[in-house]
């Protein structure tokens, strides 16, 4: 995604957790001037307050999180995962990233847009198969906070979105993927940069139709 920005022209703040370069490391030797490297891990809430000190006076037009984690047994049912593998994914997944929204949206002005990645698998009304129910869990779970956030937003409200980015052949979707990174993500940042101005919460794909709640 970030490079995706960088080469329709924008500048990007990038986090990333410990000190290991990253492929935003290489971003930003790339486009000299234009990315800056920012050190968080999102499940420390004294990490994201320092990185609010540190934007503290700029401008974002758009935030975007984007944090997912699964359980080391994808399909383990409900009833059955630890409760350190339950907390661990839903602190990852739901809790941690509303608190960067929340501590965050004072940089973002009335025109930008706040955002975080959700999933397909969070929409209720789609679940017809069950199966990775932790994950959906979280990500449902994100998308009531998400909603809950946006309910008690001054009028006119921010735009704001739920992204649904498809499955994708990462780390995380795994080598079964039905689409490339490639075929994902610059669609997924046109629907958030067509969606700036606009007010209001959607849950949407990355070709920018409505997904189910």
Known sequence: MAAEFLKKGWRVVGTVRGEL??????????????????????????????????????TLDILFVNAGIATHDQNVRIGDVATEEFV???????????????????????????????????????NETGMREVYRGSKAALNMFMRSFAARQPEPRRAMALMAPGWVRTE???????????????????????????????YLDYLGRTVPW
């Open 88 to 126: 661990r994914v839903m602190v990852t997944n739901a809790l941690s990233p509303m608190r960067v929204i929340e501590a965050l949206q004072d940089l973002v002005p009335a025109g930008g847009l706040i955002g975080a990645m959700s999933s397909g698998q969070g929409s209720v009304a789609n």
């Open 21 to 58: 370069r990253t492929g935003l490391h290489q971003l930003a030797e790339d486009y000299e001037g234009r990315v800056e490297i920012e050190p968080l891990d999102i499940n420390e809430r004294d990490q994201i307050a320092a990185l609010h000190s540190r934007l503290s006076g700029r």
């Open 172 to 202: 995380l979707g795994g080598p079964d993927g039905r689409l490339s990174i490639e075929e994902s993500v610059p669609n997924l940042v046109n629907v958030l940069i067509e969606r700036l101005g606009t007010p209001g919460l959607q």
